[in-house]
Every structure is written in C-alpha cells, then in structure tokens.
C-alpha cells in the first residue's frame, strides 16, 4: 500500500490474554518504529527495526512485551498477559534508512484492556 | 535522551488569525519533524525539517539547528487546523516527541 498500515485499529482483550498488533511499512524502508501514546500523555518509543534486527529495544516497559519483524517488512509488537496499564494507543512507523530520513505513520491500533 | 518543549500547550485562534508554534530541544540533531495529530489519532506529516525553512500553502516551518529551535507557522488558520501539533527530533535510533501544542480554530 501507500502508506504505513496496522491492524486492528482497535482492540479490546480481558486483563491477562496475549495481543499482537501488526505493522505493515512502506514498501522498501528498512527502518521500522513502534510508539505508544497512553490517554494524556506524550509519544514513548518502543523498539527500533533496522531490516529484521532490532538494535534498539530500550523502550519496551517489560518482558511481557516482544517484537520481530520477518522479511524486512511486516511486524508485530506481541504483548503477553495484558494488564490495564497496557491500554493505549500504538503507533508503528517506517523510514526509508532509518535516521536522517523522514519517517511516516501508521493510523494506530487502540487497544483496551477491560 | 533529548529534552523537546514545545509551546504554547494550548492555543485558541479565531478563524483567519495566525500563529507561531515553537519547539525547543536539547542537543544536536540529525532529524525534524513536525506532524499534526487529526481527531482519529493519525500523526500526519506536515514537515521534515532538519535546517532551513520550508512553506507548503498556509504553513510554513523554519528551523535554526545550531540554536536547536524551529518554529511553526499557521496563517489564515481554519477549523480544520485544530488538533494537537508534536514536533519530534531524531537522534541514532529513537525520535523524541515534545508534548505538542493543542490548537483549537473558532468560526
């Protein structure tokens, strides 16, 4: 497609069931990001895909959250036994080299953990 | 990481008027972005702006980097303008958001 595409665009999950949220990038960028954006508050990084490596995964809150990318191109950002906390809205985008290229996003899958 | 101000938080304009979102940040950079929030959540892109100034139609965006600022310009605003507007700066693997300007357009 033309732009970056996520699915679901919105989610709702039981506390403590597994999500996967994908992330379909432009075709041909390498540099892959995923954000959240809880209720009020600002943008948080997530994790960095450079290709199918990850160099950057500082931003992931625990180890109930995990991402790969297959093929240079689809991702999915798995978040295991959900809490409430987890509800927010999370947004992928891609770039063609990653930085000193401009970066597009996606349109964000919310999701809300009742 | 980078600190990013943005300012002002909140902004309520007139149809017609103009204004002047600014962003501040912290170190140097190799990326800049300014992007408008829309009512459904999308960040839409408005600029890649690492130096220099760039117009498209009503707004235009100029950043001084040695002096790690740039500034938004919105003229003749409209109520379609509203939303929340983030600058973000990129440096190695990670953008940095600021917490954005909230701008409302009255008829």
């Known amino acids: 497609g033309a732009g970056v595409s996520q699915s679901p665009s919105n989610k709702v999950t039981e506390k403590g069931k597994d999500v996967e949220l994908r992330c379909d990038p432009i075709?041909?960028?390498?540099?892959l990001y995923w954000y959240r954006q809880s209720l009020g508050q600002g943008l948080e990084f997530l994790i960095y895909?450079?290709?199918?490596?990850?160099?950057?995964k500082s931003g992931l809150p625990s180890d109930r959250f995990s991402a790969e990318r297959t093929g240079g191109s689809v991702s999915t950002l798995t978040i295991q036994r959900t809490q409430q906390e987890d509800s927010a809205v999370y947004l992928c985008?891609?770039?063609?080299?990653?930085?000193?290229?401009?970066?597009?996003f996606g349109q964000g899958t919310r999701l809300t953990v009742v | 990481g980078i600190q990013v101000e943005q300012s002002p938080p909140d902004l309520i304009l007139q149809e017609g008027a103009n204004s002047t979102l600014r962003c501040n940040f912290s170190d140097s950079v190799n990326n800049l972005q300014w992007f408008h929030q829309n009512p459904w959540g999308q960040l839409i892109n408005l600029f890649y702006?690492?130096?220099g100034t760039k117009q498209n139609g009503r707004l235009s965006a100029t950043t001084v980097a040695t002096e790690r600022y740039s500034l938004l310009y919105i003229s003749s605003s409209q109520t379609t303008d509203s939303g929340v507007y983030f600058c973000?700066?990129?440096?190695?693997?990670?953008?940095?958001f600021g917490t954005g300007t909230s701008l409302t357009v009255i008829p």
């Open positions: 973000a700066v990129q440096t190695g693997n990670q953008f940095y």
């Open positions: 985008a891609s770039s063609p080299l990653g930085g000193d290229t401009e970066a597009f």
């Open positions: 895909f450079q290709g199918n490596s990850a160099p950057d």
């Open positions: 075709s041909g960028h390498t540099a």
């Open positions: 702006i690492p130096s």
